[in-house]
């Protein structure tokens, strides 16, 4: 989590003066605004995640915490540039931060919306679509709720095993799953996928299948930065 709050850090520099955006509590320069159904407490618990995630690092932020009437969950609104929310460059980023915000509320759902200096919202990031993580050696598993915990951890020991992860190269992956058929996605973060490429990814695909799905089909994907599937290898 700390590695995704420090990233967060360069896209969250900017700082609210104004103070009409409802009660507020802050620390270290951050400035949480709390309205629209959203507790003191809930702000307190955010405003001490935060703090113990090292994003109150002295610089200033905003960010505003308020409760949506139709769901009933907490909407944490944070202010970025201009330059941010008209990219698609931080979403890889933004997609695993609603799950990680819930650890602050025991899990509760939390969506995350990024807004520009008067918290208009711009993008959002539900927790619905959210990702967990998890790390293997420097190797980040991602997986969606279609996922167990306990598929995601098979496929870390196995991503060890075959030394695919390790502690020199960073790596992310994303495992999913439609129907009855796992999905491995992989950022190889080339449009062109050579044949060689994909020989070798459908080679990983029937390891995969073998060793860590229980014979199940398995899906790869190559994938852009922002784990967007350039091309497909079918078992």
């Given at each position: 989590?700390?590695?995704?709050?420090?990233?967060?850090?360069?896209?969250?520099?900017?700082?609210?003066?104004?103070?009409?955006?409802?009660?507020?509590?802050?620390?270290?320069?951050?400035?949480?605004?709390?309205?629209?159904?959203?507790?003191?407490?809930?702000?307190?618990?955010?405003?001490?995640?935060?703090?113990?995630?090292?994003?109150?690092?002295?610089?200033?932020?905003?960010?505003?915490?308020?409760?949506?009437?139709?769901?009933?969950?907490?909407?944490?609104?944070?202010?970025?540039?201009?330059?941010?929310?008209?990219?698609?460059?931080?979403?890889?980023?933004?997609?695993?931060?609603?799950?990680?915000?819930?650890?602050?509320?025991?899990?509760?759902?939390?969506?995350?919306?990024?807004?520009?200096?008067?918290?208009?919202?711009?993008?959002?990031?539900?927790?619905?679509?959210?990702?967990?993580?998890?790390?293997?050696?420097k190797t980040e598993v991602r997986y969606?709720?279609?996922?167990?915990?306990?598929?995601?951890?098979?496929?870390?020991?196995?991503?060890?095993?075959?030394?695919?992860?390790?502690?020199?190269?960073?790596?992310?992956?994303?495992?999913?799953?439609?129907?009855?058929?796992?999905?491995?996605?992989?950022?190889?973060?080339?449009?062109?996928?050579?044949?060689?490429?994909t020989l070798l990814l459908k080679e990983?695909?029937?390891?995969?299948?073998?060793?860590?799905?229980?014979?199940?089909?398995?899906?790869?994907?190559?994938?852009?930065?922002?784990?967007?599937?350039?091309?497909?290898?079918?078992?």
């Amino acid at each position: 989590m700390k590695s995704k709050i420090l990233l967060l850090l360069i896209v969250s520099a900017l700082f609210i003066s104004c103070t009409n955006y409802g009660k507020k509590i802050s620390k270290n320069k951050t400035v949480i605004y709390y309205t629209d159904g959203a507790t003191v407490e809930e702000a307190q618990k955010l405003l001490d995640y935060l703090v113990e995630s090292v994003f109150t690092d002295g610089n200033g932020k905003s960010v505003q915490l308020v409760k949506d009437e139709e769901t009933n969950n907490l909407i944490f609104k944070m202010v970025v540039g201009e330059d941010v929310y008209n990219s698609t460059d931080y979403d890889n980023v933004f997609s695993v931060f609603p799950a990680n915000l819930s650890k602050a509320f025991n899990g509760a759902p939390i969506d995350v919306h990024i807004t520009d200096d008067s918290f208009e919202t711009k993008k959002i990031f539900l927790f619905k679509d959210s990702q967990e993580s998890i790390m293997a050696l420097k190797t980040e598993v991602r997986y969606t709720a279609e996922i167990t915990k306990e598929e995601a951890q098979r496929l870390v020991e196995y991503l060890i095993k075959e030394e695919f992860a390790d502690n020199e190269t960073p790596k992310t992956v994303l495992l999913d799953k439609d129907g009855e058929v796992y999905q491995f996605k992989m950022v190889v973060g080339d449009s062109n996928v050579t044949e060689e490429t994909t020989l070798l990814l459908k080679e990983f695909g029937v390891s995969l299948s073998n060793d860590v799905f229980n014979n199940s089909e398995v899906e790869m994907h190559a994938c852009d930065d922002n784990l967007k599937s350039i091309k497909v290898v079918k078992q």
